[in-house]
């Protein structure tokens, strides 16, 4: 997804929000653009996510693989040490469903960190990403993935006209 | 804005200077401080090794009192562990307006108490260089771990609340690391890069943070309630008058959350004090928890009444000389348990003006703390004290031994928590950013209030 990316600079989110609906009007894909900010800003606000979140899915699927670990440490360990204690049966069903359930619910959750982070894009270490440490100071960094040196004069003069500032030409990835 | 005016959007950096004074290099205090848990902690360290090598005949523990002071640290701490979490992702799902500076800290308390308190089985098994017992693997000498046992639940549901928690922690504290990233300088800006593992603050991260941060609050709810619901069960399954009760598994999460709300209080006035925090940390937070403390306690006093009253309606003997020794010999312990879990609490905390004041919640909130202690107690001794056969009644008083490691358990927290402070994010700054951002000051008629901005993702084909 790397390319060239026009950034700018912003002070609030109104010129912000100004210039990128100048970028959509270019016309630029939602999908090419997108904002740098301290915090996050809802969505619409000045830019829209137009990809879905899959890792819902991922969390469900983390739980079944989860269930079905511990439904099998559980059966397995009675099975391999059919030992009768406390007047149990070899396969007890209430132990099981505690099992089953906690690692159900380990399941989950390492099925949100992994999926979380694979869609939010963290953890690549190689790649050139975008990014302007100014925007700790409040402000908000622009960006729009243009094709072409003409693409990029007329959505760098958009983030101007908008009030943008230190409106520059970056490679690297959104 | 409740004491927060100056702190606004637009005066990001300053708001993280602000915020993160716990990160400034180290001072001779702090060294102090720090050296003297250190020794504490080492101290304890030193009496369990002295436990190992000697056995534990140094402890107080005897016929038919066998679990003693440790079991009841374990439980208080597992309890302490509970509010933490629970209380962040409770206010997290209902995006309460006031949660954001209460967030990490309290989260940090969860991840810790659970680690010291996970401690105290294994300090407590006796040969200790055998607990690998406990882990399933494959061996012919027909050592397994007996699922069907609950404390090999509590090994499994501890370990997955300890692992959820720590990532609860690390994943709400991503956004922060990427601010104290672009910060910092030195060997803290290695160390916050990695650890940021590059995020930057796009419009796709944050959309997908923030429904991670739901999920995963989800998630951690039902596993802090099952966690403390199986340390109960360890209590409940077995038949000892006192622990045989269907009751138990509410009664100690109740007690789990009441306790955890008190440590989250002294935490955060500690925090507030020692680094300046008292226009993020503002008397709402406190009002609030108060409120929520105020809830539990009196929900703490009708399950213990609930409880209480069962026996000594039905006057079954075996039960009912555990509860007439708390008459006798454990009356002290008794005591300070109704009192500072009831007496005092529910009266004081519905007052506003106790809960306003930051120097009486503190004091509410230690009496909760030492009232909840008196309750693991009084639950893991006495029972045991006053078991089945009159003949081999007992009492049971710690030795010097259990005494140091206890105070090494809490000098161990406390250690790991000042060097949590100085090394990361202590507020979520985020957070707290993103709800100045939200909210504004609206007129109402002559009333200047305050307007939260309540956003709805309206995203084409996403959650939210």
């Avoid at chain 1, 997804?1 to 210039?19: C, K």
């Avoid at chain 1, 380990?106 to 982070?117: D, E, K, N, P, Q």
């Avoid at chain 2, 504490?40 to 009192?65: A, D, E, I, Q, S």
């Avoid at chain 2, 692992?163 to 601010?179: E, H, K, R």
């Amino acid at each position: 997804m790397s390319g060239i990316v026009v950034v700018g600079l912003f002070d609030a989110v109104d010129p912000a929000a100004a210039a990128a609906r100048a970028l959509r009007a270019l016309p630029l894909p939602e999908g090419d653009i997108t904002t740098l900010s301290p915090m996050a800003l809802p969505d619409g606000a000045v830019c829209r996510d137009p990809r879905g979140i899959g890792f819902p899915k991922v969390t469900l699927a983390g739980w079944f693989v989860g269930a079905l670990a511990g439904l099998a440490l559980a059966l397995g360990t009675y099975l391999l040490y059919p030992l009768i204690t406390g007047g149990k049966a070899i396969v007890s069903v209430p132990p099981t469903l505690i099992i089953t359930y906690e690692v159900a619910m380990l399941g989950a959750l390492a099925g949100t960190v992994i999926a979380g982070f694979r869609e939010m894009g963290l953890c690549r270490f190689r790649t050139r990403l975008i990014h302007d440490p100014r925007i700790q100071e409040g402000k908000i960094l622009l960006c729009a993935r243009v094709s072409g040196d003409e693409q990029a004069e007329r959505a760098m003069d958009a983030m101007r006209t908008a009030g943008g500032v230190d409106v520059r030409p970056e490679e690297g990835a959104l | 804005m409740n004491g927060s005016d100056h702190l606004t959007r637009t005066d990001t950096g300053a708001l993280y200077r602000e915020l993160s004074r716990s990160n400034l290099p180290p001072t001779g205090r702090w060294y102090a401080v720090a050296g003297l848990l250190l020794l504490v902690t080492l101290w304890g360290v030193g009496c369990f090794v002295y436990m190992m090598k000697t056995g534990m005949g140094v402890t107080g523990l005897n016929r038919p009192v066998m679990w003693g002071s440790l079991i009841a640290s374990f439980v208080f701490w597992i309890g302490l562990s509970h509010s933490g979490t629970l209380i962040s992702a409770i206010l997290r799902i209902t995006n309460a307006t006031w949660r954001a500076p209460i967030l990490r800290g309290a989260e940090a308390m969860t991840a810790f108490a659970l680690m010291v308190g996970g401690l105290f089985p294994l300090i407590h098994i006796g040969r200790n260089w055998r607990f690998y017992y406990m882990i399933p693997y494959p061996n012919s000498r027909q050592l397994w771990p007996n699922l069907r046992s609950p404390l090999m639940w509590d090994a499994v549901a501890i370990n997955t609340y300890l692992l959820g928690s720590l990532t609860f922690l690390y994943f709400g504290m991503i956004p922060d690391l990427a601010i104290a990233r672009d910060h910092a300088t030195g060997w803290r800006k290695k160390f916050y890069t990695v650890l940021a593992l590059g995020f930057r603050g796009s419009h796709n991260e944050w959309r997908r943070y923030h429904v991670a941060s739901t999920i995963f609050a989800i998630l951690i709810i039902p596993v802090a309630v099952s966690v403390h619901s199986i340390v109960g069960w360890d209590f409940a399954m077995a038949k000892v008058p006192g622990w045989h009760s269907t009751i138990f598994a509410p009664y100690f999460v109740t007690g789990a959350i009441f306790s955890g709300l008190a440590g989250v209080v002294l935490v955060m006035a500690a925090l507030r004090k020692v680094y300046r925090l008292e226009n993020a940390l503002t008397t709402v937070q406190f009002e609030n928890l108060g409120k929520l403390l105020c809830t539990m306690s009196l929900l703490w006093g009708y399950f213990y009444f609930a409880e209480f009253l069962t026996v000594w309606y039905n006057r079954n003997p075996e039960e009912w000389e555990v509860y007439r020794s708390y008459g006798g010999h454990f009356l002290p312990l008794w005591l300070s348990m109704v009192v500072c879990n009831f007496v005092v609490p529910f009266p004081l905390l519905c007052m506003r003006r106790v809960r306003r004041s930051i120097p009486a919640l503190c004091f509410v909130s230690f009496l909760v703390i030492v009232g909840m202690y008196a309750e693991r107690f009084l639950i893991v001794v006495t029972s045991l004290a006053r078991r089945n056969d009159p003949f081999i009644w007992h009492n049971y008083f710690p030795s010097w031994v259990e005494f140091s490691i206890l105070a090494g358990a809490l000098a161990m927290f406390l250690l790991l928590y000042t060097i949590f402070a100085k090394l990361f994010p202590i507020m979520a700054v985020s957070d707290i950013q993103e709800r100045l951002f939200q909210a504004t000051d609206r007129k109402i008629g002559e009333a200047n209030v305050e307007s939260i901005a309540m956003p709805h993702d309206t995203g084409k084909g996403g959650h939210g």
